[in-house]
């Protein structure tokens, strides 16, 4: 049985930062993909960053404009999480935040993620 659990969410004001957590059970986070999504009232969900192994066996990243450069998705192992680091934080932001994960890495998209997980809300005044 495969658990995504987030944590870190919370207000904050523009200019600041938070750290997401998403702590895994049942799943591997280092052996597959893994990618941090939000939603917007009113908006669709999109694709903010993902972190997968890469072709060189290394660590890959990705991540939507919007966020270059303010946020950095990182992962722990021995703790089996993911993090999303995020500063600079914008109005804009404010959205609720979900980890998911895959075994297959083909992109940012909501439908290339199997589990997810139930959320956390980032509001940024």
């Known amino acids: 049985h495969v658990q995504l659990v987030e944590s870190g969410g919370g207000s904050v004001q523009a200019g600041g930062s938070l750290r997401l957590s998403c702590a895994a059970s049942?799943?591997?986070?280092?052996?597959?993909?893994m990618a941090w999504f939000r939603q917007a009232p009113g908006k669709e969900r999109e694709g903010v960053a993902r972190?997968?192994?890469?072709?060189?066996?290394?660590?890959?990243?990705d991540y939507v404009d919007s966020v270059k450069g303010r946020f950095t998705i990182s992962r722990d192992g021995a703790s089996n999480s993911v993090y999303l680091q995020m500063n600079s934080l914008k109005p804009d932001d404010t959205a609720m935040y979900y980890c998911?994960?895959?075994?297959?890495?083909?992109?940012?998209?909501?439908?290339?993620?199997?589990?997810w997980g139930q959320g956390t809300q980032v509001t940024v005044s």
């Open positions: 998911a994960g895959s075994p297959h890495c083909a992109g940012l998209k909501t439908y290339h993620y199997v589990y």
């Open positions: 049942g799943y591997t986070v280092s052996h597959n993909c």
């Open positions: 972190i997968y192994n890469d072709y060189n066996g290394g660590v890959g990243t």
